[in-house]
């Protein structure tokens, strides 16, 4: 029935999701081949399904990860895409990092937050800072969203280089009000040092050659202000 075009998306759907219960239950069933067949050659409704499926596992080699990865950038549909994505973050495997900002060149805006949330899951921020000023600006936009927010070091390190070194205004602009989230997290959890170094950024950025990233941070440091912690 899987693979039998004659019968309706739904009903492969619901039995590709029996399959893989069964398999949840008993170790010696292995659904991933199934799952894997289904991920490339289903209309997008089964493809979608097939992601969602392999991406509820807590554990999944490499084999799968590529799997999974390669069909969110290759895929027409948005739907796939945006589940293909979910299924990445859920897996947590840094190799799937580098692929999920780099496809952050998305149009499609479920699919695009689905990426950001993936992004953040997953949490390997070392290669942010590449994708700050990448030549794409909904890359560079959505790479500043997915920082933004986040009290990690190498988080904070890859916004506060956005503020200071970001290719344009509007992505310098950008990454200030992301700061701005990022000290309110890190305000949170209490971790002063972060946040006395993100309000460093910020006082700097008020210096910037550009008017709307001094207005930016001048904005920024007043909202913090009023929300308690001071310049």
């Known amino acids: ?3 039998d075009k004659s019968w309706p998306t739904v009903a492969r759907a619901h039995a590709l999701r029996a399959v893989d219960d069964i398999a949840m239950q008993h170790d010696d069933v292995d659904a991933e081949p199934d799952l894997i067949r289904a991920l ?29 990865y ?6 027409t549909d948005a739907s796939v895409r945006a589940a293909c994505a979910t299924a990445l973050g859920n897996f947590g495997d840094v190799d799937a990092a580098a692929p999920l900002f780099s496809s952050l060149d998305e149009t499609d805006e479920t699919a695009r937050a689905a990426k950001i949330e993936a992004i953040r899951n997953i949490g390997y921020w070392a290669i942010a800072p590449g994708f700050v000023n ?4 909904r890359v560079r936009s959505a790479t500043i969203e997915s920082l933004s927010g986040v009290c990690d070091e190498q988080a904070v390190s890859a916004l506060t280089f956005a503020v200071s070194s970001g290719a344009d ?15 309110k997290a890190c305000r949170a959890i209490q971790k002063k040092e972060t946040v006395d170094a993100m309000m460093a950024t910020l006082n700097a950025a008020t210096r910037d050659e550009a008017p709307a990233v001094r207005a930016a941070a001048r904005a920024a440091l007043s909202a913090l202000a009023d929300a308690g912690g001071g310049r």
């Open 70 to 75: 390669r069909r969110m950038q290759r895929d």
């Open 40 to 68: 490339h050659n289903g209309p997008p409704g089964l493809r979608a399904e097939a992601a969602a499926l392999l991406g509820r596992r807590d554990k999944v080699d490499g084999n799968v990860v590529k799997h999974v």
């Open 1 to 3: 029935m899987l693979l």
């Open 134 to 137: 990448s030549a794409d600006t």
């Open 169 to 183: 205004a509007d992505t310098r602009a950008d990454a200030v009000k992301g700061v701005v989230a990022s000290v």
